[in-house]
């Protein structure tokens, strides 16, 4: 047996070697799965802050800011990682909706991701809408299948022929199932993380009633679920309404949305959509029931849908130069505790009070943590957790372990604050939601800043080159929309109705359509969208 | 405008004539839909009751029993649809786990469905396994994709090349992610609910630790909380063991599992795996990382994972000839109260007593739940909530109101025992335990009765055909395996081995393997196997 001396540095020397050889392999897999990513990883490793700024390419800025532990961006275009720094967000609004659609009794179930094609193509309004996004499976292992089978791009047609079966009677209505799931739309459009990705994860509800009234009811009590999340929790402003003909679900009786703005690129965003599919479906696919005359009748069914989206359009809205900006409610750590010690301060106490702090805010059920990792400076450390978007920083140096208390600094507005450490959970419960509220109304009067209110073609055209979210009065005709539509085609994309809004401003007798002329019947917003 | 009522008349006519023709659409829709299942729905509209025992016709009996409101067939071959009664038995299973893994620092992410063929194909011996099954998404709308894409039959290979681009120091170690998701694996063998399905739900946990040690203590905390869903959620015993070099993870480094086993069938299910994968991946992948000595070491990872698949191991082993019985502790509904009116009796009173029993119950924590079904009689709602499996029925006629009393009848044993209603929180707490308890207990003297030690090949095959869970001493040669795998093959599938308990019985000196002859090395359980 060699001296063990020797031998070890063999072995170091060899391992020395085998880094050299598997770093430059590394940096190929890294590169060839990232795609032209390497140049901004290095960034990442070596220094900190984005390479661009939110108003000069939010493009460049979004797509960077969502690779800060949000996303990491996969092999196969259109599709990305959701990696637990999104994920622990997806979860908490999935608790709180899940939990208010029990209360609404409804109930979870899993549908499969196939759909053979007869099935799918039975509604026609509706396969015309998705069919050209279908995926298709045609072979398992070396076999071709026998007949093609698509995967689900929402579930319709994959629930309905059981709706069929399971409805007989009045009291099997009202019927409402949920499910939490993925769906596939292979877009050629460009994808844009948790905005427009090939696959993505979403809750879709389905549900049928014996009356049109009860399905109606439901279509706004989901809706409100919806405003729900993205105000209270994402703290992004939205606005409630009905979407136009053109734009309605396809094959539905009609569509009711929230929908977002983005200032920074003067684009709407449909944050999410409570559908009344009418009595569409149920005679496609025969859901019919005996009432309790005796009588056959069809039901009246609802679909509704959020998805990962509502996670992009929050990074979208509160994101800023120095990274993202978490909402407290939906933020997996709201607040990190970073120990600031001086050479000859008493660093083991600096760490005990770090320790205890984040335990104390912890047992009071806040989602604090501690960062004692003793490879970072405290300003690396401040940096870091600013990126990420942490809500509340709290900072203990020596003079804050003298005094007592800590500091504690806000993502959203930087304010700084000493706050004496017996009252630390109120103090910071308190900022939290200050926090909260503060986010949302920022990000209210950023949009509402956008807002402008046109009557003429011209006054349109001149707002919408400004990015602004406009507001007109329109006739409510399909054609005109297709008219604004072709008249504003473009590189950035052409204008359409965003919602008309169920809480309508006044609107004058012999006010007339911007774009036709006609007398108008209702304001609508209108604008480019994601 | 014409006559109300001849008009009322005339819709009512129209209604009829539709009712007719739809009931013949409908049928056939059910017909083409359900794949010869007709016949025992119109049973289960008409009367009650199974039309197979478990002892008569296993295999009938279960699909039967699944179709208890856990499962609907679908249309295409090996996909079920799983509905609420099912699905809230997942959602339990999935609320104790995640908890637990959370505890354990690991965190959830969520990993695209798709697979690029050039990181599938990366490990050799684990596409080996996979291979065949694996389903290929080859077009999108009319256009032909440039290349193939895999959807995950599990998620090793998804992962892993990220794995190497997170992990950089030991500072990242350990990793810890887990995502719930569905897998695809279009297998040709008999599909059966649950049990072997193309499509399941699943979580996968996938983990990398700078030591093997690390990895396997891992290994076996993830498999103590496999047990307990088993023994302690789903109340099936089961036996904690490693698998053989031929049954262990296909590109992995040792596999442990959980085994449940079926007596009805004799045969041996895995009920959930949690495996060792040490360095092959980490090979394969380049999942390097930078020791403290700045040296490159290669991790140490884990897969680890249970399905769907609990829940048809918890039917197999708890239903009956009435129907399915649940476990309390998963069932969606533990108690129904269910009033029982006598013609002169005071049936408002009655109803009243059982709406204030189920609130009570509900109030205290209890999943209870009235029935107040006026078209049904008692005698019609006690079969369908047996057929159901809820674990605990109360009763409540006019004697009981006089006595201030609710009658309990047991599901597991069909006890029945008046109880007071002052005590009745107390009362049924302590039922559903018991009920629990002895469903384990129940099921594990059914299994401990199967099992049988052989030393013989001729033993060995007596055993076999008595449908025993045998336990011999083995040589655990690999060769040996495929002999008497291969001396085994017939229409009922090969003997395999299940694992090796590490609860391992003394193996005296000079024992021999039952089929080789050669010193046998450890005690493992062999049989047939789902």
Known sequence: MADPSEQKEKVVKEKKEKVKKEKVVKEKVAKASSSGQKKKDVKKETGLGLSVKKDENFGEWYSEVCKQDMIEYYDISGCYILRPWSMAIWEIMQIFFDAEIKKMKVKNCYFPLFVSPGVLEKEKDHIEGF??????????????????????????????????????????????????????????????????????????????????????????????????????????????????ENEKFAGGLYTTSVEAFIPNTGRGVQGATSHCLGQNFAKMFEINFENEKAETEMVWQNSWAYSTRTIGVMIMTHGDDKGLVLPPK????????????????????????????????????????????????????????????????????????????????????????DIPRGSLVEHVKELLEKIQQNMYEVAKQKREACVQEVKTWDEFIKALNEKKLILAPWCDEEEVERDVKARTKGETGAAKTLCSPFDQPELPEGTLCFASGKPAKKWTYWGRSY
Chains 1, 2 share one sequence.
């Open 131 to 244: 069919a050209p996004e279908v995926a298709w499976v045609t072979k398992s292992g070396k076999s071709d299948l026998e007949v093609p089978i698509a995967i689900r791009p929402t579930s319709e047609t994959v629930m309905y022929p059981y709706y069929s079966k399971w409805i007989r009677g009045h009291r099997d209505l009202p019927l409402k199932l949920n499910q939490w799931c993925n769906v596939v739309r292979w877009e050629f459009s460009n994808p844009t993380p948790f905005i427009r990705s090939r696959e993505f994860l979403w809750q879709e509800g389905h549900t049928a009633f014996a009356t049109k009234a009860e399905a109606d009811e439901e279509v706004l009590q989901i809706l409100e679920l919806y405003r729900r999340i993205y105000e209270e929790y994402l703290a992004v402003p939205v606005v409630k309404g009905m979407k136009s």
């Open 330 to 417: 939906v933020a997996s750590v709201q607040v990190v505790v970073i120990p600031v010690p001086y050479k000859d301060a008493n660093t083991q106490g600096i760490y005990d009070a770090c320790t205890a702090t984040a335990s104390a805010l912890c047992e009071a059920g806040i989602r604090a943590e501690e960062d004692l990792r003793d490879n970072y400076s405290p300003g690396w450390k401040y940096s870091d957790w600013e990126m990420k978007g942490v809500p509340l920083r709290i900072e203990i140096g020596p003079r804050d372990l003298e005094n007592d208390q800590v500091r504690t600094v806000r993502r959203d507005n930087g304010v700084k604050e």
